[in-house]
């Protein structure tokens, strides 16, 4: 049972570590030199594997891939980053829980997939947790308020609206043929660090002299977390994430991942400080309701299928 929950635990620690470099840097420039890292790494391997064949089939596309790179990246990770640094941890993660009722709505529009009566239910259920949450924990800023929702609320929403779509557009593209995934999420995060540190210097550019202060212990802390997110959130967690999803259906991984906002909520109390809301333990269960609806013909079949297996 451990080994299903590991993953999530270094990907909601992973999570963490950005809210706590949140508290140093601003969300683009965090943004702009997360992803610039992890792009040239994953760019260097596939140009070592692919050469110059790599370079080609890049410039025959290259307009659409910067494209990509804003929708499916550059976009959902700053409105990430500015939710993170502006509401609760927990609040943002439970949001983000909601990506596969999103992609099953989107998948509706766009390509008109049915939906079931069960599956309409989870999703109406699981929306109303998380907006019941989000209205139960606002601060009341009148500098955050936006109607009823914090900006950093719809900055939440807008980050699975927008990557989800996003995401959808790149797999169009990776069953095309013409890129692999580590190309893809290589030039995907390569850009989107390129759009998000040219936006730092547009309009906070003091920002780079902050973050380039070496005499500052805020400096080495932050490095520190930095080097943790990449590590223990980036590289371990999506490993075992990996690994996790070639052992088990999308639907198990699914329903295991829902673990993920549980350890935000409780790491970013034990690290960060932020309350415990009882709001958020309803909100969850009643999320975690609405899940089980919504995949409920997927389980019965799994389960179905476990039990002749045996």
Not at 68 to 96: C, Q, R
Not at 182 to 201: D, P, Q, R, W
Request: hydrophobic share 55%; proline share 3%; with cysteine.
């Amino acid at each position: 049972m451990i080994d299903y929950i590991i993953p999530f635990f270094f990907l909601a620690s992973g999570t963490v570590a950005n809210r706590l470099i949140l508290n140093f840097w601003s969300p683009s420039l965090l943004v702009g030199i997360r992803m610039l890292i992890s792009g040239i790494s994953l760019l260097g391997a596939a140009f070592y594997m692919q050469g110059f064949g790599f370079l080609r089939r890049f410039n025959k596309q290259w307009p659409y891939l910067l494209f990509l790179a804003a929708l499916a990246t550059f976009i959902p990770a700053f409105l990430k980053a500015y939710a993170y640094k502006h509401t609760l941890s927990s609040k943002v993660a439970l949001i983000n829980s909601l990506d596969p009722f999103f992609t099953a709505f989107y998948m509706y529009l766009l390509f008109g997939e049915k939906l079931t009566a069960k599956k309409w239910l989870g999703i109406a259920i699981a929306f109303s947790a998380s907006i019941f949450f989000a209205l139960a924990t606002n601060k009341g800023s009148s500098y955050e308020l936006f109607g009823y929702f914090s900006l950093a609320e719809l900055a939440a929403f807008g980050t699975v609206c927008f990557s989800r779509i996003g995401w959808i557009k790149v797999q169009e593209l990776l069953k095309s043929g013409a890129f692999n995934v580590k190309e893809i999420n290589g030039i995907c995060m390569f850009f989107a660090g390129i759009y998000s540190l040219v936006l730092t210097g547009i309009f906070t550019p003091n920002d780079f002299v902050i973050a380039t202060n070496w005499s500052s212990p805020a400096f080495w802390k932050t490095l520190g977390f930095l080097a943790y997110t990449i590590v223990g959130g980036n590289i371990i967690g999506y490993s075992l994430y990996s690994k996790l999803l070639k052992r088990h259906s999308a639907t198990f991984v699914s329903l295991a991942g829902f673990t993920t906002p549980v350890f935000i909520y409780l790491l970013s109390w034990l690290v960060i400080g932020e309350p415990l809301y009882p709001s958020f333990i309803v909100a969850s269960v009643v999320t975690f309701v609405g899940v089980i609806i919504f995949y409920h013909a997927e389980i019965k079949e799994a389960l179905r299928t476990g039990s002749k297996a045996h």
